[in-house]
């Protein structure tokens, strides 16, 4: 396959379109690591959604609200995933001694099966993936994703939502 140059215009090079065309891209790939999820996941029985709480799970029993926090997803959703969970044997809800109406969620012990297989397919697919990719290479652009985190998190949207009301 023969590849032709493409001369970039001045625009395409300014630090906010190529900021731009990154966010897209982060976009496209959270899609199709979801569609990863899902083609692996189903092999075990788990969509990419539920394959994503058993993970979070995997590490600590957790009430449903800090799951969600820990993905960025709404509660309800999560919720909604962890029911499911729970009615596939996956998943358990405990007392929570921190707090008497928000149980714990804790893998049982065919969850923890699930999850298991998950974490070694996944191990081999981010092996695969970061492949001829140095670790320096990864930790920088690690940092730079964090950096760019952090300023979206501070970013003042007060202005933005006032543009979006009618006067």
């Known amino acids: 396959m ?4 493409v001369r970039a215009d001045a625009a395409s090079r300014h630090p906010a379109d190529i900021f731009q065309r990154i966010v897209n891209e982060v976009f496209q790939l959270q899609a199709a690591i979801l569609r990863y999820g899902d083609a692996v996941g189903t092999k075990h029985g788990v969509s990419a959604s539920r394959w ?16 969600a926090r820990r993905l960025g997803l709404k509660r309800q959703s999560v919720q909604r995933t962890t029911d ?22 804790q893998l049982t012990p065919a969850g923890t099966r699930v999850q298991a ?25 690690e940092a730079m994703l964090e950096r760019l985190r952090g300023r979206i998190d501070q970013a003042d949207t007060a202005p933005i939502a006032k543009r979006g009301k009618r006067q």
């Open 117 to 141: 297989a998950l974490a070694e397919r996944q191990r081999e697919f981010c092996a695969g993936c970061t492949h001829g990719i140095s670790a320096a290479d990864l930790r920088e652009f």
């Open 84 to 105: 499911l969970l729970v009615g596939e044997g996956l998943v358990e809800m405990r007392t929570n001694p921190d707090h008497s109406r928000a149980m714990l969620g």
């Open 52 to 67: 994503q709480v058993l993970a979070v799970l995997a590490r600590a029993p957790l009430p449903v609200a800090a799951i």
């Open 2 to 5: 023969v590849r032709m140059a």
